[in-house]
T-cell receptor, first 114, second 110 residues
Framework: DTGVSQNPRHKITKRGQNVTFRCDPISEHNRLYWYRQTLGQGPEFLTYFQNEAQLEKSRLLSDRFSAERPKGSFSTLEIQRTEQGDSAMYLC????????????FGPGTRLTVT | QKEVEQDPGPLSVPEGAIVSLNCTYSNSAFQYFMWYRQYSRKGPELLMY????GNKEDGRFTAQVDKSSKYISLFIRDSQPSDSATYLC??????????FGKGTRLHILP
């Protein structure tokens, strides 16, 4: 399968714990994006990378959130001291540099904070 | 005003009917328009991607953009139960970020 993959698919954690999600993009894609989606809403942009450089972070991304893309391949999104409001689907997408509108999404990681 | 507005539905139509899904957007500078399909508990799947005004067809799907009225549409011909999903319209803004509508839930009734 050459699509975008995300792990884990589901994560249940207690409030205050740290969680980390992983995204493996389509191999030839330079750009990698993280989005958050809550029930009844479209995905909301969080941050994106071009190769290993993090180019932009949304105001939605509080200091408890950090993302990395070492070596410009896979990416991780970490949430520290989780809160119940962090419960959502976290989506990763990738695109080629020449077609940034053609973003291909992974299946998402569903986070539940209890 | 939100950048992309979309009626959340749900929209129920009988199998075989033509489905019309619509969005409006606020900024006339937007030039790239997309439609994504999202099944329950799955990631969005890119269906159509268009740059200009006019129509773009792909199989049973037609995307239409009217820049003068800032209106984008997706038509589905010969609708099937497997088309039941949430359809998200989206635009690419000048910062290369995709802004999504809330999505319209579509039910095709057998």
């Amino acid at each position: 399968d050459t699509g975008v993959s995300q792990n884990p698919r589901h994560k249940i954690t207690k409030r205050g714990q740290n969680v980390t999600f992983r995204c493996d993009p389509i191999s030839e894609h330079n750009r990698l994006y993280w989005y958050r989606q809550t029930l009844g809403q479209g995905p909301e942009f969080l941050t994106y990378f071009q190769n290993e450089a993090q180019l932009e972070k949304s105001r939605l991304l509080s200091d408890r959130f950090s993302a990395e893309r070492p070596k410009g391949s896979f990416s991780t999104l970490e949430i520290q001291r989780t809160e119940q409001g962090d419960s959502a689907m976290y989506l990763c997408a990738s695109s080629p540099l020449a077609g940034v509108g053609e973003q291909y999404f992974g299946p998402g990681t569903r986070l539940t904070v209890t | 005003q939100k950048e992309v507005e979309q009626d959340p539905g749900p929209l129920s139509v009988p199998e075989g009917a033509i489905v019309s899904l619509n969005c409006t957007y606020s900024n006339s500078a937007f030039q790239y328009f997309m439609w994504y399909r999202q099944y329950s508990r799955k990631g969005p799947e890119l269906l159509m991607y268009t740059y200009s005004s006019g129509n773009k067809e792909d199989g049973r799907f037609t995307a239409q953009v009217d820049k003068s009225s800032k209106y984008i549409s997706l038509f589905i011909r010969d609708s099937q139960p497997s088309d039941s999903a949430t359809y998200l319209c989206a635009i690419l803004n000048r910062d290369d970020k995709i802004i999504f509508g809330k999505g319209t839930r579509l039910h095709i009734l057998p």
